[in-house]
């Protein structure tokens, strides 16, 4: 449904909104995202993984090469039609001011509302419903900066599920949470990939969960891909060298049957 | 919760009566007491009809001016503070108001003969030198991706405001003595118009600051979570953030060229509409438009009953109600 060809891409011209005033240079990048997939961006920091996200979900332009949603070049879509398909969850999400949970939930029905048209129960119905799947109906009337920080990421991943997307771009959705809410997005996303087959593809820094969630994997470093396939073959030790100059031992966890990765030492 | 429709239908109708009785309160208020009966009745003609002249003639342009004044700064605030992620951001905490008196003292004093579009020069100056200033401000928050944090705000605003005085103050001191006396009373902020003329005059660009403020506020509400989180369900930010600050730097300008910069309303309105609607910018803009209207027109009953019959300039009002409110927000806001 999403296809990435040879995508490059500076912010040197480009307005220097990068976080950190580094200037991450994607260099011919490709990628598939074919429906019901889940695929995982890994990288270091600095790689281009956030840039990447930013160019899937048509908020940046690449300079080169192209991106097709559906089929259909990136540049031919209106933000709005690209927002009835295509939903981005942030790493981090401040309201200035005290919105509810209801109202941060509600604005995702953005795309679908005219200049001056109100959310009618049509709209509430697909927000409640967004609520009960991220597990967040109860405190639809709470303030949102009064939540957690799991609270907080999993309100906004219901914000983003009232697009009613086909495809959900999730930057570190796990990053500044402790495990236990790590946990809790962790099976709410994979529910979300089996139970609704909604497709993802999501960043993160987070090496096991990426082996638990992801059935792809897409390795990233300079901007460019080192390695891209099914989990199983592409994480292994000599991977986690290239990507981080780590010495890892990535195996087998008896009990859960999962791959983990636990870093050695820095090479 | 009540779906939106019932909210915005209450927001309207409940501020709304606020105005409209502080509309017809206000004119009665004074020196003399005027019958609303009396200045409603009829079957008196208008020229006998005393109390109807001072409702209608001596007092009603003042108050009008009043409400122009306070929803366009009220209004302009509540744009700033979504744009800057910012709910202490105001056209006066900016300095946006000190460069549209900066605008409008510069055509004062070199009595610049300028109208575009049937708009007299002083309105016009006072919107670009709103528009610059906002640019500035606006520059240093683009610079930073997640808004302006308070301390940067203030400071920014503090620096601009302190620069632009010494151009006004430049200003002064190179003006002649009538128009410094005229000045200097008028950056007080003052609302004494003497008539409707100057409110008519800045309606084309009031027109225009709504028309552009009117289709923006679910986009506000989105970009007051991040631009990327805007864009991403579906926001132009790019068109919506222009339409914004041209939409609000008209609508300080006009007001600044009317009052001058009468200052804390863009704080205190939007704030205290907040803490009675929610945050959603559908309700917070015509519930700050409504009620910024009435308090404006309060404060300036407060002007000019107090100390009567000395009239004081309603600038120092909001600014004695202002000032401590702002300063409890920004002690709270640090806790």
Known sequence: MLRAVDVSFSYRDATKRTANGQTPVLDRVSLAVNRGDLVGILGPNGSGKTTLLRLLGGTLRPHAGSIRLDARPMADWSRRDIARRV????????????FTVLDIVLMGRFPYLGAFALEGPEDLAIARRALEATGTAAFEERAFSTLSGGERQRVVIASALAQSPQLLLLDEPTASLDI??????????????TDSGMTMVLSTHDLNLAAALCRRLVLLRGGRVLAAGPTEEVLTSNAVRALYDVDAAVERHTRSGRLTVVPLGRI | ????????????????????????????????????????DRTIPFADNIDAQIFFIARMPRVVAAAVVGAALAAAGVVFQALLRNPLATPDTLGVSSGAAL???????FHFDVTIGGLPAVPLASFVGSVCALGVVYALAAARQHGLSTTVLLLAGVTMTGFLSSLIMFTQYLADFADTFRTVR??????????????????PMLALAGALLATLPRALDLISLGSGAAAARGVNVVRAERAAMVGASLATGAAVSIAGPVSFIGLVVPHIVRKLVGS?????????????????????????????PVEIPVGIITALVGGPFFLWLLVRASR
Request: charged content about 10%; glycine content about 8%; aromatic content about 6%.
């Open chain 1, 87 to 98: 939903a981005v969850v942030p790493q981090e999400t401040h309201a200035p001011f005290d």
């Open chain 1, 180 to 193: 236990g809410h790590q946990i809790e997005v962790q099976r709410l996303l994979a529910r979300l990939n």
């Open chain 2, 1 to 40: 919760m009540r779906p939106i429709r019932g909210r915005l239908l209450l927001t309207i109708a409940s501020f709304g009566a606020v105005l409209a009785t502080t509309l017809l309160v206000a004119p009665t208020v004074g020196s003399t007491h005027v019958s609303l009966a009396r200045a409603f």
């Open chain 2, 103 to 109: 605008g409008a003292m510069l055509a004062i004093t």
């Open chain 2, 186 to 203: 008028w950056l007080m902020g003052m609302l004494d118009i003497g008539g409707y003329a100057p409110i008519v005059a800045v309606l």
């Open chain 2, 280 to 308: 959603d910018h559908r309700l917070v803009l015509p519930g700050s438009v409504l009620f910024g209207a009435a308090f404006l027109i309060l404060c300036d009953l407060a002007a000019r009953t107090v100390f009567a």
